[in-house]
């Protein structure tokens, strides 16, 4: 442990891991995916999946009928080779389309609006390269985890670049080998790599680092909840300003994602998504 925060903080994980070693109520299952790897909710109800099973992502309802699926492998504007991440406001659609090297963005029909790419510009600084996250936070600027160059990059809604965040000598904390990150709506990133969860404000300062002793896959948050996913585990944080994470175990599900939404916990694996009731 680094602190004794994080030794206190780890001793509460652990005893919430075996509080919460029940698995929770199941209600339903939805979706018929190939190999679903990330998934978002807008706040009017409407579930997205990144399928890179079959290079695709498809919209849902709240009852879980698909509405719309566009993809395919290529690199038109409804094509996507590895998509890796997928981030839904109430308007738009934002995907991290990884070996494109692109951001694709769409409405939240999934028509299609641009494509953020920035490998032709002149500056180093913020090219980014296999972007394997994406999220948007409410004032307009827009997070891209740079894989190649193990940073996150933020631009503001017009696409210009404004710093990045977690690369060597711009916070007190080093990224060597972030895997995905979101925002919660205090306007603080949280990145996961290997076992640990690492906390920086909006202008890359580090705020804190907590390790886990188990593998971390994908990072989710909705509103105010965090959801953070490991093998067989979903570890939880809904209190808005308290960075007290539950583990929940439900060892018999392979763990791709999870979000909490309307008091529900939706658990992705890459063929179906799971419904859970939640207590928070």
């Known amino acids: 442990?680094?602190?004794?925060?994080?030794?206190?903080?780890?001793?509460?994980?652990?005893?919430?891991?075996?509080?919460?070693?029940?698995?929770?109520?199941?209600?339903?299952?939805?979706?018929?995916?190939?190999?679903?790897?990330?998934?978002?909710?807008?706040p009017n109800g409407l579930f997205y999946v990144s399928d890179i099973g079959n290079n695709e992502v498809a919209q849902l309802?709240?009852?879980?009928?698909?509405?719309?699926?566009?993809?395919?492998?290529?690199?038109?504007?409804y094509s996507f080779d590895e998509p890796s991440d997928i981030f839904a406001t109430s308007l738009?659609?934002?995907?991290?389309?990884?070996?494109?090297?692109?951001?694709?963005?769409?409405?939240?029909?999934?028509?299609?609006?641009?494509s953020f790419i920035t490998k032709n510009r002149s500056s180093e600084s913020y090219l980014f390269r296999y972007p394997t996250s994406v999220a948007h936070f409410s004032q307009g600027d827009f997070f891209v985890l740079d894989s190649d160059n193990?940073?996150?990059?933020?631009?503001?809604?017009?696409?210009?670049?404004?710093?990045?965040?977690?690369?060597?000598?711009?916070?007190s904390y080093t990224l060597t080998n972030p895997k995905k990150f979101t925002i919660n709506t205090e306007g603080k990133i949280f990145v996961i790599e290997a076992k640990s969860l690492i906390v920086f404000d909006l202008f890359g300062n580090f705020i804190s680092k907590t390790d886990f002793d188990f593998e971390l896959i994908n990072i989710n948050s909705v509103f105010n909840s965090i959801c953070i996913t490991s093998k067989n585990k979903?570890?939880?944080?809904?209190?808005?300003?308290?960075?007290?994470?539950?583990?929940?175990?439900?060892?018999?599900?392979?763990?791709s994602d999870a979000l909490i939404f309307n008091k529900k916990l939706f658990v992705l694996s890459p063929k179906r998504i799971s419904v859970f009731h939640f207590n928070d």
């Open 1 to 42: 442990m680094k602190s004794n925060n994080s030794y206190m903080l780890f001793l509460l994980l652990l005893f919430n891991c075996i509080f919460y070693a029940q698995r929770p109520l199941p209600i339903k299952e939805f979706g018929k995916f190939n190999n679903a790897n990330s998934f978002a909710v807008s």
């Open 61 to 77: 309802d709240s009852n879980g009928k698909i509405r719309k699926t566009v993809g395919g492998y290529g690199w038109d504007s």
């Open 92 to 114: 738009n659609v934002y995907i991290a389309d990884k070996n494109n090297d692109r951001i694709q963005i769409y409405d939240k029909d999934l028509n299609y609006i641009s």
């Open 150 to 171: 193990t940073r996150i990059l933020k631009f503001n809604s017009k696409g210009e670049f404004q710093t990045e965040i977690g690369s060597y000598g711009t916070s």
């Open 234 to 255: 979903v570890i939880v944080n809904t209190k808005k300003g308290n960075f007290q994470f539950d583990v929940i175990e439900i060892p018999d599900i392979e763990i």
